[in-house]
C-alpha cells in the first residue's frame, strides 16, 4: 500500500507538471567563484529538482580545443568566438525539457550577455562589429524563443573574497585572472540585479550571502530552500 502511495504521489507531481507544462525555473548568478556549483550541489538531496550545472568541460573541450583557455590567453582573438559558443551551451540548458516541477540552471545567458559580453564591449576586447553580432543574436533568441525564468539566486560575493577562492581552487585556465576584473564583473552583476540598470532583469532576485565560507554557508542555502522547493507541489 505504501509503494502504491509513493506511485500515485510521483504520477500526480508528473502530471501536475505536465499540466503547468514547464517547471518552476531558478538561475543562480554571480561572480566567478562565488559558489554557484556548491549552491546547485545542496540541492542534489531533494529529488524533485533537476540540477543544470554549468557546461564549462564543454567549454574546456570542444572537439579537443580548449576554449576557455584560448579567450583568457588571447582574448582579442577568443572572446567572440568563446561567447557564441557560451550562448549556445546556455540556450540548451534553457530549452532542456524536465520531469521534474522544480529546474536549477547555473548562469544564464543573460549573465552571458549583461556581464561577460558587457564588459568585452566596455573594455574594448571585442570590436564593436563583434559586439553587434552577439547582441543581435541575443535579440534574436530573447524575442523568439521563449525563455523562462521564474527566480534568480544571486550569490553576492567581495570580489577579493572570490579572489582568493580562485587563487585556492588553481583551474589553471584562470590562473591570469587580476583582482581588477572581479572587480568589474562585481558591478555588472550589481547593476543587472540589483540597481536594473538594464531593462531586462527577467525575474525576482533573492539574494544570498556568499562571502561566508564553506562550514557556514550551508546555513545560508537552507534560507533559500522553501522559496525553491515550495514550487515542487
Ligand atoms: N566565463 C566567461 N563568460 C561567460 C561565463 C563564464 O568568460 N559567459 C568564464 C569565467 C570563468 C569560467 O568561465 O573563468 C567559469 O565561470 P563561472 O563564474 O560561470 O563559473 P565558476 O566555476 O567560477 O562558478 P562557481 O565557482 O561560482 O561555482
Redesign the pocket.
Known amino acids: 500500500l505504501r509503494r502504491i502511495g509513493i506511485l500515485y504521489e510521483k504520477a500526480t507531481k508528473l502530471a501536475m507538471t505536465s499540466l503547468n507544462s514547464r517547471p518552476f525555473t531558478v538561475l543562480v548568478e554571480?561572480?566567478?567563484?562565488?559558489?554557484?556549483?556548491?549552491?546547485v550541489e545542496h540541492f542534489k538531496q531533494f529529488e524533485d529538482i533537476s540540477l543544470l550545472t554549468?557546461p564549462?568541460e564543454e567549454?574546456r573541450n570542444l572537439r579537443g580545443w580548449n576554449l576557455?583557455d584560448l579567450?583568457?590567453k588571447d582574448p582579442a582573438k577568443w572572446a567572440m568566438t568563446?561567447?557564441s559558443y557560451?550562448a549556445m551551451t546556455?540556450l540548451e540548458m534553457h530549452r532542456r525539457p524536465t520531469s521534474t516541477p522544480v529546474k536549477l540552471m547555473?548562469?544564464s545567458l543573460y549573465?552571458?550577455r549583461y556581464?561577460?559580453?558587457e564588459h568585452m564591449r566596455k573594455e574594448g576586447t571585442i570590436h564593436p562589429a563583434q559586439f553587434a553580432v552577439l547582441d543581435e543574436w541575443f535579440r534574436f533568441i530573447d524575442r523568439e524563443i521563449p525563455i523562462e525564468v521564474d527566480l534568480i539566486v544571486y550569490?553576492r560575493a567581495t570580489p577579493s573574497v572570490?579572489y582568493e577562492?580562485?587563487r585556492k581552487?588553481a583551474?589553471s585556465?584562470?590562473q591570469c585572472?587580476p583582482l581588477s576584473y572581479l572587480e568589474a564583473l562585481h558591478s555588472l552583476h550589481e547593476n543587472w540585479l540589483v540597481n536594473r540598470t538594464h531593462a531586462e532583469c527577467p525575474a525576482p532576485v533573492l539574494m544570498i550571502d556568499a562571502d561566508l565560507d564553506l562550514s557556514q554557508i550551508t546555513e545560508e542555502y537552507k534560507k533559500s530552500e522553501h522559496q525553491i522547493l515550495r514550487q515542487a507541489v
Do not use: D, H
Open positions: 554571480g561572480n566567478i567563484g562565488s559558489g554557484k556549483t556548491t549552491f554549468e564549462v567549454w576557455l579567450m583568457y568563446f561567447q557560451v546556455m547555473e548562469r549573465s552571458a556581464c561577460f559580453v550569490l572570490v577562492r580562485i581552487r583551474r585556465e584562470e585572472v
